[in-house]
């Protein structure tokens, strides 16, 4: 109910070529009912490899703030999992709530999270550029990390400290050496999977989703910092970036894997 600005009739440049499927049947965010999913064997264990120098900047995009690295090489590389193909971090950035109450895009037996992480990741084996991958059907990778309010995240504090130089929508500044890794859960290799889309437009269907079993801790106060941010430029009446996150897609013939059993 929050993500009209989201809906399906929206037009965007991107909106063209064959995987562009308004009401498609791969839409993402997914409920991820636990007693449904399937245990894979055949699911390897998630190989993500980063280098903290490759780290450029961070703005606020009007949707969500997003931490971008250089992809012109592969020296951040995701591989293994349900991956057939060694994919290139180009971003991460979050989907929030106003309330702890809610604000993830993902759902766990309809558990919601107040946050949500997604590293984007493209395939640098099979395609040049973003551009070109997020058409295909195997051309990205996205792993989701479930936030929840307990303790003050140590790594995530450097970025939230870089925030409020970016409150307004297309505000960008240098961000340098941050380690994505230290976003991750402790074990990534329980995870679940399945094929989806980007949860905002384009909303193409070229998305290998990677979800996290273990979530990260955070504090109410690195939250409250989130929700400091505005959709809005400097021009407009302020509205706070909170609620940033899709509408739930229906599963329809699809199949979440685990990993674990
Ligand atoms: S998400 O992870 O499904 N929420 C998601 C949604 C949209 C994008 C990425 C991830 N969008 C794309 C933009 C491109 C941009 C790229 C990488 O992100 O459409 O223009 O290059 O930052
Ligand atoms: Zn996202």
Known sequence: ?????????????????????????????????????????????????????TCQQIW?????????????????????????????????????????????????DRRLFPAELHLVHWNSDRYTLFEEAVMEENGLAVIGVFLKVGKRHEGLQKLVDALPAIRHKDSIVEFNRFDPGCLLPANINDYWTYHGSLTTPPLTESVSWIIMKQHIEVSHDQLAVFRSLLFTSAEEVQKSMVNNFRVQQPLRSRTVRSSFS
């Not at 440049?13 to 409920?31: N, T």
């Not at 995009?61 to 971090?89: I, W």
């Open 60 to 108: 606020n995009n009007g949707y969500s703030f997003l931490v971008e690295y250089d992809d012109t090489t592969d020296k951040n590389t995701l591989k293994g999992g349900p991956l057939q193909d060694k994919f290139r971090l180009c971003q991460f950035h979050f989907h929030w709530g106003e309330s702890n109450d809610w604000g993830s895009e993902h759902t766990v």
């Open 1 to 53: 109910a929050c993500s009209s600005k989201y809906v399906l009739s929206q037009m965007h440049p991107m909106w063209q070529g064959p995987l562009v499927v308004p009401g498609g049947d791969h839409q993402s965010p997914i409920d991820i009912a636990v007693r449904k999913t399937v245990f894979d064997s055949e699911l390897k264990p998630l190989v993500a490899t980063y280098d903290p120098q």
